[in-house]
């Protein structure tokens, strides 16, 4: 029996479309782990903000009440 060729070709669309989606799951995937990663262990020794690194290494508790208003007030914007 011999196949018809437009069943390879939607065979390679199929697996394409598939491996498209499986590459998209896996960014977003790879996204959220760092996110996450950032947020449990912040790194104050190279900081994007020096700052915001320096409160956090010398009045923990102040930062922490900072950034929850902020968030607070984020959260009302919505």
């Known amino acids: 029996m011999q196949r018809d060729h437009r069943d ?7 697996h394409s ?7 998209e ?3 977003v995937e790879s996204i959220v782990l ?14 994007a903000n020096v700052e915001a690194a320096k409160e956090w290494r010398e009045r923990r508790s102040e930062f ?3 950034v929850s208003r902020c ?3 984020s959260q009302e914007m919505l």
């Open 25 to 27: 799951l896996n960014l």
């Open 71 to 73: 968030v607070r007030k």
């Open 17 to 23: 479309k598939f491996s498209s989606t499986l590459d």
């Open 64 to 66: 922490r009440k900072k």
């Open 8 to 14: 390879y070709d939607s065979a390679i669309s199929s």
């Open 34 to 47: 760092s996110i996450i990663s950032m947020l449990s262990s912040p790194n104050d020794e190279s900081p």
